[in-house]
């Protein structure tokens, strides 16, 4: 069953088109992430499915049925946002109840689910206290608490962990693989963390300017990308781009190499000039300069390399992608 | 919260200059207040000497109090100001809540067309108002004051409060929309308390100069039964003779109602920017 299905959205504020032709589906129980560079359009998709912002043209389903005309809170979704947007007077267990009450439950059936979604995310301690008295992850636990108890079909989360401390983010973005694990519900997740894209997702959208430029599981993606824009987006540090040029003379195509698969060896391809080195412990990359062309080499394990050095990096025919010159991938 | 410097000698510095300039505003209404406990004489004697038990004298209020319905006027003026600042707070919020959230066609012109009042004094145009006011048959009616002066206050609140309500995080809003709360409620119960102290600003602004009015009522509702408090306090002041002691005594109970608006306000003030400070 398709959780969520978008047909040709489009979305238009005024002359400007921030979203063009999306088509989507989601699969019951998927856990997809939208990444994208910071503008592309990502939060107002996600603000057309929750039906906060009405779609210029296009359809929306979200359980097999077309919500197009149903208000937000009538589709069956929750959503966590970016800043938490807690209820300032109410607390915490008001927060997570506000909805049920809303939608008339019965106290007993709301007070239950409080309490499981409390349990699930260790808030029984702060279950009376008002959002200001608590820290920034423990509101944000309290957000996806929110969303829990309302048991939606699709939850949507608009940068849940972008005003978190790195070690917070960790531990919340594995409470969030868990909470997936346990509850089995489809999840919508924007980022642009590439990081939470690779370790959450089981189907990453990437989009660029209002666009879809591919949809596909994580190590598709990284593996196969269709484009020069979505290989240069995933993976850290990212691939490197260079003229074919330098490698075979007459070329005109783009080279592209993650930075992993370059590697040191006296006959390599490229002559290099080391400007930077950066020692990681476990990996060592290594910036240089070809000709005027940057490129960024990963070398596993500890090498002492001086800045000014001259070096010669050789890469596998296999590893190498090639784009034309508008960025599409030629196989 | 960041600790500032706390130099003592500025400290005492920015204390003194408060302090000093506390004295001189309060200086008028102390004095006010201390003559309108002396004879007539004493006043003119003595202007700034405290009343002692030769100058003391209660002759004042007591003339005020005898003389017309001061209890009305000052009921008259309690209401025509409580309920316009109601009336303001209320479609000033409303008005400013939705120039700031919703799209529509028209909205900048509106909020432009809006915040011309502000420009333009609303007096300039009385003699068409009490041309309407005639018409509606609410010449001398509080109904005319509190009409007047919600439309006086319109412009200014609306422009403070469309400016504060935008400030409001989108997330919020969006996030109750969600649960399934309604636009009025979102309004109400979100919003409303959020932009306290913008309100609590408008209605400080607008207090004063309503309750000093004299324009207004001595045009729109003369007659005995809806006279305010500045307007019956003029009988004390005559073209030839003024009763003193009467206008003294009327002045320092016109404080009084004020300041205590004005301490219920304030308190929100002041909650508002802390509560800000310490995001
Ligand atoms: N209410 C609006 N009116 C006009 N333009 C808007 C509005 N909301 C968003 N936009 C524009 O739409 C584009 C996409 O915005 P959006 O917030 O979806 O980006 P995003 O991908 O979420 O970015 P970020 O990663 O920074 O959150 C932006 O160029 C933005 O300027
Ligand atoms: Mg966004």
């Not at chain 1, 008001?94 to 939608?103: C, F, H, I």
């Not at chain 1, 390599?268 to 070809?290: I, K, M, P, R, Y």
């Not at chain 1, 070096?311 to 025919?317: A, D, N, Q």
């Not at chain 2, 004298?57 to 309920?83: E, W």
């Amino acid at each position: 069953m398709t959780a969520l299905k978008l047909t040709n959205v489009n979305k238009s504020f005024g002359e400007v088109q921030v979203l063009q032709d999306i088509n989507l589906e989601v699969e019951e129980g998927e856990f997809v992430v939208f990444v994208g560079p910071s503008g592309c359009g990502k939060s107002t998709l996600l603000r057309v499915i929750a039906g906060l912002e009405d779609a210029t043209s296009g359809e929306v389903t979200i359980d097999e049925q077309v919500v197009n005309q149903t208000p937000p809170s009538k589709r069956g979704i929750a959503m966590v946002f970016q800043t938490y947007a807690l209820y300032p007077h109410l607390n915490v267990r008001g927060n997570m109840s506000l909805a049920l009450k809303q939608d008339k439950q019965p106290k007993a059936v709301i007070e239950e689910r409080v309490a499981t979604a409390s349990r699930m995310l260790n808030l029984e301690p702060y279950i009376d206290r008002y959002p200001s008295e608590l820290s920034g992850g423990q509101r944000q636990r309290v957000a996806i608490g929110r969303a829990i108890v309302r048991e939606p079909k699709l939850f949507l989360f608009d940068e849940p962990l972008s005003n978190l401390d790195a070690a917070l983010r960790m531990n919340t973005r594995i409470e969030i693989a868990n909470l997936h694990r346990q509850l089995g519900t489809s999840m919508i997740y924007v980022t642009h963390d590439q990081t939470e894209a690779m370790t959450l997702a089981d189907k990453i959208v990437v989009l660029r300017h209002g666009q879809v430029e591919q949809i596909g599981s994580p190590m598709e993606l990284y593996n196969n990308p269709t484009n020069q824009f979505v290989a240069g987006f995933l993976g850290s540090p990212s691939m490197n781009f260079f003229p074919a040029g330098l490698v075979h003379a007459g070329d005109d195509r783009t080279i592209g190499v993650r930075p992993e698969n370059l590697y040191l060896t006296d006959d390599g391809v490229l002559d290099a000039e080391v400007s930077h080195v950066e020692q990681l412990g476990a990996d060592t990359n290594v910036v240089a300069q070809v000709d005027d062309h940057q490129i960024t080499v990963r070398l596993f394990g500890q090498h002492f390399i001086e800045e000014g050095q001259n070096l010669r990096f050789g890469f596998k025919p296999e590893n190498a992608y090639h784009f034309d010159r508008d960025g599409l991938r030629l196989r | 919260m960041h600790k500032a410097r706390t130099n003592p000698f500025n400290t005492m510095g920015m204390h003194g200059a408060l302090i000093l300039y506390t004295l001189i505003a309060l200086f008028p209404v102390f004095v006010i207040l201390i003559n309108s406990f002396k004879a007539r004489k004493a006043i003119f004697r003595e202007p700034l000497a405290l009343p002692d038990s030769d100058s003391f004298s209660l002759i004042g209020y007591q003339t005020v109090m005898r003389q017309g319905d001061f209890f009305l006027y000052f009921q008259n003026s309690m209401i025509v100001t409580v309920a316009s600042l109601f009336f303001i707070l209320l479609f000033g919020a409303m008005a400013a809540y939705a120039l700031a959230e919703y799209r529509f066609k028209g909205n900048l012109l509106m909020g432009l067309y809006l915040a011309l009042g502000i420009m333009i004094p609303i007096r300039i145009g009385t003699v068409a108002i009490l041309e309407m006011m005639v018409a509606t048959g609410l010449v001398n009616t509080l109904w005319a004051l509190i009409l007047v002066y919600t439309a006086q206050g319109l412009p200014l609140a609306v422009f403070i409060l469309s400016e504060f309500m935008r400030q409001v995080s989108d997330d919020l809003k969006n996030a109750g929309r969600i649960d399934g709360l309604s636009e009025y409620t979102i309004f109400f119960r979100l919003v409303l308390p959020l932009v306290r102290p913008a309100m609590a600003t408008v209605a400080v602004f607008n207090m004063i100069p309503i309750w000093n009015d004299l324009w207004f009522p001595l045009i729109l509702a003369p007659a005995e039964k809806t006279k305010t408090l500045t307007l019956g306090s003029q009988v004390f002041i005559g073209q030839f003779v003024t009763d003193w002691n009467a206008v003294l005594s009327a002045l320092s109970m016109a404080i009084l109602p004020v300041l205590i608006l004005y301490v219920i306000f304030s308190r929100q003030l002041i909650r508002g920017i802390t509560s800000g400070a310490v995001k």
